[in-house]
């Protein structure tokens, strides 16, 4: 009695693990997202956008699949086209367009501040600019 109770014990942990394992995202072992370290700066200010150069590099980095494409910048106003309101930006792993917000949220230090997002149909930021290190 002691040998089945064992065994199905075992059973139970090896099915547990092994459900956790596949339902994380594809492309993230981990299941951790990405983060603008791994990657460069983020670029989520206007200051940041105009600051940018002709031949600086840019990558779009989607938070669930990594980096999608590097752009090299050819002039401020390509650059400011990168962060302006409602531009779209495509994540070749999920096949979806994503929408540039920005936003005003509440500082902790003061008054509000300004933020661009990549966000998906939920609201909920997708994806980044960082620039290339």
Known sequence: ?????LLLTAAVAVLTFSSAASALPPGKE???EATAKEYGTELATKAQFTELKA???VTLVCKMHGPQKEITVKDSKMAMELCEENHMAHCDTCKKDYKVTWLNPSGKSGG???AMNIVD?????CMMYTKAM
Do not use: A, C, W
Request: cysteine-free; charged content about 35%; glycine content about 16%.
């Open 55 to 57: 031949g600086d590099k």
């Open 1 to 5: 009695m002691k040998t089945l109770k």
């Open 121 to 125: 149909e939920n609201g909920k930021p």
């Open 30 to 32: 981990d299941g951790s």
């Open 112 to 114: 509000p501040t300004t």
